[in-house]
């Protein structure tokens, strides 16, 4: 399997710590989605990252299609969702507000730093801002003190959190405040970087 992408992205970065975790080999192909589009237009119509690219010839984009994917190859015993489904729908629950996180923050992005300052829309860069505030709000009320969010499994829903704290924590760390502010949440963070599959696929500024 062939990852393309460069790490400083979230999306790029949960697949890469997934791959990791199941213990599937694969190669990075490091490129980026804004420098490099050409040759990412051709392996996906999108110009988007993340792209996987099998053994077969087929190419899967999008990070959540991606990782459907490889769970249901990795099987059950390595499966990264509970199989309760009580406990799953928990995990999906905070996929889906920790992944939408990482997208608005990209977002933000797009529409501050990637736009001339006298064509930015200030009402939609206020909505993105309170977007990101309740997400992160939402996300510290769910994080425990201690372990995983699910317990005592590692799952999908600390990949998503974690990848979507570091790139904010690097791109934009005022979103964060200080003190106190979302502490279980900065902590969590850090608990999962410090584990090897993480540590394997480090946030890297592209
Ligand atoms: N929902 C997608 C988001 C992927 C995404 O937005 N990737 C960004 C890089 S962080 C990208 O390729 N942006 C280029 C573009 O949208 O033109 C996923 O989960 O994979």
Redesign the pocket.
Known sequence: MILT??L?????R??AIALHLYDFPFEHNVIS??DD?NK?LALNP?????ALQLANGDVL??????LDYLDRLAGQDKSLWPAPLEERAGVLAHVGVA?GL??KS?EFR?ETVRRPSEKIDQPRVDRILAQISAALTWLETHTPEEGYISGNKLTHADIASTVAMTFIANKNPEHLGEGSYLSKLRAHAARCESCEPFKAAPFTDG
């Open positions: 992408g460069q400083d992205s979230p999306f790029v949960r697949v989605a804004y589009f990412l999108l110009g988007k990252v993340p984009a999008d990070s959540s299609l991606i992944v990482a997208e990209v797009t």
